[in-house]
């Protein structure tokens, strides 16, 4: 989108009473979405593969970190500045988001070197690995809470302003993380098939994701805000119903669905089981992309009606 | 002191001269407006009526975009309560405009100036300080205020409907007003505090 | 010419230059802040009553008007020689030189055949552009000069009424001390028009101090938007209103200000045979019946206490009525019943609202101002162009002016005012005083005028010598018919002794200003000449022969940027304020100031002596001060000898320059002035008879029918074609407007007001109630089609609302550009004269006054922009 369509686009958002978002998700703005996306799944895999010991899903988690770096890097108006962002940390998620993903980089780097270096630098269990691998701990977890609170804060979109926001990234972000290791074991089958734990793990917390998104969906729709209902509809029924059944519906939940049907009822593989979690990870994807879209402003006049005399 | 201001919805007529009258005196880009006018309309025919409001940074004492701006960019000067935003510092992350409950940041990414063969002269001179892809928004014409003169669109407001002054003193004529007609701020079950408040229509 | 030595020399430096805006007919003060080369700002002027140093937001605005890079900088030729709504002109760029010894040699050709040939067309805009015109057209010898074409915008009824009834050029609330006002298709004080700034903030206080204002209008926005009331009411019936608001104020609750109505207008009048005068056969003054004396005298033998205003008489075994009788029994039918059927407006509504302005009116009531004790009737009936823009704007506007007139609410405290129709003039120098004063009848004739045929007395009618045919049919100001497509025709008819062959026009837009641009495109296509100074390359000059560029607001001089004060000087106690406008920029490229160009001309034509003579006379210089022979005076020479004529040696240009205004203060007796002057307005248009008859003795031989119904004494309600049209699916009536943002079509070029307007709900669609729409299946931001009954359509985007009459549908006016020439401008907005037919048939046939509505029929058109 040139600078004119921008504007254009501008004018006529600007005439609504109730206004959609664009500033994220829309244009560069998808930036922001990919690099939470891969951040999200960053997280996630680098959880469960520290859990199930999974060094390639370590390595995949540290690519998609830098890759979500980056893309977060490129989301920005004046990326040159970034350095700026660690300043904030007492009141901005964004700054804490920003510490966190360095932490992660900066330890993952440490932890993963000796791993895959094997005696070029320092070795595993070395006090900087010791440290690479709790600062890439705790930077997960800024990431983790970064990512849903940065929409909480969100005054301005009270579809986003719920507190089930941060717990229905964490979900996402573990979600990702099993179905990033679906993919990793059937690029680097691991030495014991993790299918039989995936599996379940995959469903579990995808009926956590479900569970959490219907309260939110509830939340908005009977917390009296227009502009949250407005928000409900653009998702279900609007703008971008269309990339959440498909995207989010079809493909991350409906497809995977199938899927787990199938392995749970014997015939798996573990390409079948890689499948499942592209299209778990792609319906996030979707899922994050069509929610972030649906954000709507809250109007001003919400509350000048009745001061008329 | 606290810098707030006075809209009182009776006089205003929706003139849009607050909004031009801050578009002359900031030379803001297309698509930026520090100030603005917004128009609505409740009831049925032929009860309806129409509401005018005029909006701008409403400076909140609790600013809520402060809060979140991860550079320290966006900052609310406490000697005066005027929150503004340095553009030398501003990242563009746009986290501002997602947490300002009155929309009134925008970002600057559209086009530069309003005539495609390119700048006026006017807008060479006023727009030079503006910088591209940071976020914007009105403050409250401090370089005015500073110079003792009122802002922009207090001044030239033609039905004389805004006020400025400060709301720390108990005696000033915003305060004043505030008390005796009734003054309310947008949204105050948000917390944020505004030092914009409007007068019933 | 074009001396802007003085300007050039201020290079650098920081300057807040005191002048005048010029982006509506406001001309408000204003400030313009230059630092070195560049005006970085325009704030209002504080030090001028005209604004009060505050504008609205074309005032602001206006730098980027200047700023614009697609304004005019060169001289232009046309090379291709046809004309048409799809041609090229094919500019090529000329030398000034080459310009005007073109322009000057058909001048002087045409001159010399035969000046009436010349039509002079300036827009409105520019209101200090009327004297040089003036002054060149009358130097030139042609009678033949309209402002901004046929009337769209202006108003034919509300100008002739307003000099009738308030010896002004317009009407509005004495905002100051009216408690109650209500307003027929008029947004004073809310929008645009006369001394719009001042009046909106006169206006805002009103509503603060408490006034209550009800709104008549097909439309909630503007003025009823911050009304008390809203009453919607059925396009261009508002006569119908008014009159059922007469009636019940005079037949049903017998409120109405007797001594006013004995004192200050015709009402005692005793009216004879034929709708006319019973006159004293001695002084041949019209006779009163004296009650004291039980007999028929003169009315100025009698105490205006002892003058009947009711009941029969005889005199002379003649039987007679006063002319309040008459109107009284005239009343009679017009029942808040009978106006529902024609309004819309519930008949209880309409009592009531008749009920308040008659309570809030306070007949019989005084007040005491700096002094001075005065009538205080604190209620007015105010009306614009909404109301009288229609084949009925005559009786229109005069019902609604007779509601002031039955309460005495006429140029006294709280009241209606004219726009300072009464001055006593600058103490020091004695000049410009001027006030309404009475003709032999004791009717009122204004002190001041804004140029075309003074509204009283009414002109004889006679077979026409202007295009336009205002000099046959009287009540006319601006016509249709320069431009109609039954021009020609009604020429022939009417044995018009000439033809226009050249057009000279100055930033008026006509083709997008006045009706359907085919209509108008073939009336300019006919000139065999067309000169055109603007600033833009507007669809109207797409038809010149040459083009030249004209200085914009901040590059240009007048001496009287704000004068007459009966046009935009705000009305009320207050200040009397003459500004000027002065230039703060050099020109841009080539361009030159139009006044230097008409002077220019005249001297290249040989008319330098005779328009020296104009501007004597137009402007009144002062013996001392008068121009003489042929000297060839710059422009700056002139201003100079009017402002020292005006205001002593000493306040010539550059006294003004530096201190931009001179104001002093205005007296009770001048504002409220209707008590101390010995003048009466008609209730009863006794006059209009014989006009009737002499007119219709020079048409109807010439087969030309002009309704009588007309030309009553008294008003009447007579639809609009619109209001008999009975063709199927044409349900609704199509009216315009005019946006608070946007000055006829000239602003919506200019990139601010242009994106304020786009977020503007309203400035660019075009409206129609919500329950309509749906009914019809249009849903709001849809794109229709909106057709008039000759099959004449436009496109727009529909913005649907409850704050529409149900059968009207709204549009801002004079949008719609479809020209290269102002690209910001092409393309925005719906352009509603398309839906006006330009003939005789829509045009009202005692003042010309085009019908502004249509019915129209609307339909679902494709996605997307025109």
Known sequence: MDANARYNQLIQDLRMELRPQREWGDGKGLYLVVGHFFNGLACGAWLFSLLFGQTTGLLAAYLMGIIGGVTHLMFLGRPARFWRMVRQQKTAWVSRGFLGLSLFLAGATLYLAPIYLPGLLWSEGSLLSTIGYVAAMLGMIGIMGYMGFVYTASKAVPFWNSPLHPALYVSYSLRGGVAVLFVTSWLVPPAKDLTPILLPLWGGITAVVALLFALEIHGALTGGNEAARRSVHDL??????????????????????????????????????????????????????????????????THLSHQRR | MRWGMVIDLKRCIACYGCQLACKAEHGTPPGVFFARVLKHEEGQFPSVRQLFLPVLCNH???????????????????????????????????????????????????????FPQGPTPFEQRRGADHQRDVVMKCNFCKDRVAAGKEPACVANCVTVARVFGDLDDPNSEVSRLIKERGGFPLHPELGTKPSVYYLPA | MNDMTDIKAQGTGDAWVPTSCALCYGSCSILAHRVDDVVVKIEGNPESVVGKGRLCGKGVAGLMTHYDPNRLTVPLRRTNPKKGLNEDPGWKEISWEEALSECA???????????????????????????????????????????????????????????????????????????????????????????????????????????????????????????????????????????????????????????YLQAKTNAPYLIGPKQRYMRDATTGKPMVWDLKQGAARPFNAVAAADMALDGDFEVDGVACQPAFELLRRHL?????????????????????????????????????????????????????????????????????????????????????????????????????????HPDADGLMKTGTWMG??????????????????????????????????????????????????????????????????????????????????DIFATETSAFADIV???????????????????????????????????????????????????????????????????????????????????????YEEICDAELKSNFGPERGLDWFKEHGVLKWPKKPEEVYWRPFADVRVPIYWEFIGPVYEKIESLTAPRGIKVPAEYYQPLPDFLPCLSHQCKAPGFDLYAFYYRDILHTNSFTMENPWLDEAAQLDPLSYTIAINADTGRKKGIADGAWIWVENEKGRRVKGRVHLTQAVHPEGLGVAACAGHWGEGMPIAKGKGVFFNDLLELDWEHTSPINLNLDLCARVKVSLAGEGQR
């Open chain 3, 548 to 634: 030249l560029p004209d200085c914009g607001h901040l590059q240009t001089l007048d001496s009287r940027s704000n004068y007459p004060f009966i046009f935009s000087l705000p009305a009320g106690m207050g200040e009397w304020c003459w500004p000027i406008r002065q230039p703060v920029l050099p020109p841009d490229g080539e361009q030159r100031r139009f006044q230097d160009v008409l002077l220019e001309l005249a001297d290249r034509i040989g008319i330098r002596a005779d328009l020296n003579a104009a501007y004597n006379a137009s402007m009144n210089l002062a013996p001392p001060y008068r121009l003489q022979g042929d000297r060839k005076y710059s």
């Open chain 1, 236 to 301: 279900l029924a609007g703008r971008v119903s269309g990339y959440f059944y498909l995207g989010t519906l079809a493909l991350g939940l409906v497809l995977p669905a199938y899927f787990m049907y199938a392995g749970m009822s014997g015939a798996t593989t573990t390409g079948l089981m890689a499948l499942l979690g592209l299209a778990s990870a792609v319906g996030d994807f979707f899922m994050k992309f069509s929610t972030l879209r649906a954000g709507v402003f809250l109007p001003v006049w």
């Open chain 2, 60 to 114: 909140c004492e609790e600013p809520p975009c402060v809060d979140v701006c991860p550079t320290g960019a966006s900052s609310k000067n406490d000697a005066d309560g005027i929150v503004s935003i340095d553009p030398d510092v501003c990242v563009g992350c746009r986290s501002c405009m997602m947490a300002c409950p009155y929309s009134n940041r925008y970002f600057n990414d559209k086009p530069q100036h309003y």
């Open chain 3, 452 to 533: 075309y045929h003074l509204p009283y007395p009414i002109a004889e009618p006679k077979l026409p010598e202007k295009s336009g045919l205002q000099d046959l049919f009287v009540f006319g100001l601006t016509s249709p018919f320069l431009d109609s497509d039954d021009s020609e025709a009604l020429w022939q008819k009417l044995e018009l002794p000439y033809r226009p062959e050249v057009m000279l026009n100055f930033g008026a837009n006509l083709l997008m200003s006045i009706a359907n641009k085919e209509s108008l495109a073939n009336s300019l296509a006919r000139y065999k000449f067309m000169i055109s100074i």
């Open chain 3, 105 to 259: 040699d058909v001048l002087r050709r045409l001159r010399a055949d035969d000046p009436r040939k010349l039509t002079v067309q300036r827009t409105t805009t520019v209101s200090a552009s009327r004297m040089p015109f003036l002054a060149f057209n009358a130097a030139f010898g042609t009678p033949n000069l309209s402002a901004a074409g046929g009337g769209m915008h202006c108003g034919n009824g509300a100008h002739l009424l307003s000099g009738l009834m308030h010896g002004s050029w317009s009407v509005v609330p004495d905002f100051q001390y009216c408690n109650y006002a209500i307003f027929f298709g008029a947004s004073k004080g809310h929008a645009a028009g006369h001394a719009s700034a001042s009046n909106m903030g006169m206006a805002a206080e009103a509503r603060s101090r408490g006034m209550r204002m009800v709104v008549v209008d097909p439309m909630c926005n503007f003025a009823a938007a911050k009304a008390t009331e809203w009453v919607p009411i059925r396009v261009g019936t508002d006569g119908a209103l008014a009159l059922a608001m007469c009636q019940v104020l005079v037949n049903e609750l017998a409120v109405f200000d007797e001594a």
């Open chain 3, 332 to 436: 009679r039918k017009f029942t808040p019943e009978w106006a529902e059927t024609i309004t819309t407006i519930p008949a209880a509504n309409i009592r009531r609202i008749s009920a308040e302005f008659g309570r809030e009116a306070r007949i019989g009531s005084t007040i005491v101002v700096e002094g001075v004790t005065l009538p205080y009737r604190p209620v007015a009936a105010i009306a614009f162009r909404g109301s009288q823009g229609h084949m009925n704007s005559v009786y229109n506007f005069f019902a609604i002016s007779l509601l002031n007139q039955l309460v005495g609410a006429a140029d006294v405290v709280g009241s209606c005012l004219g726009f300072n129709p009464a001055s006593n003039g600058f103490e020091e120098t004695g000049r410009l005083a001027y006030k309404p």
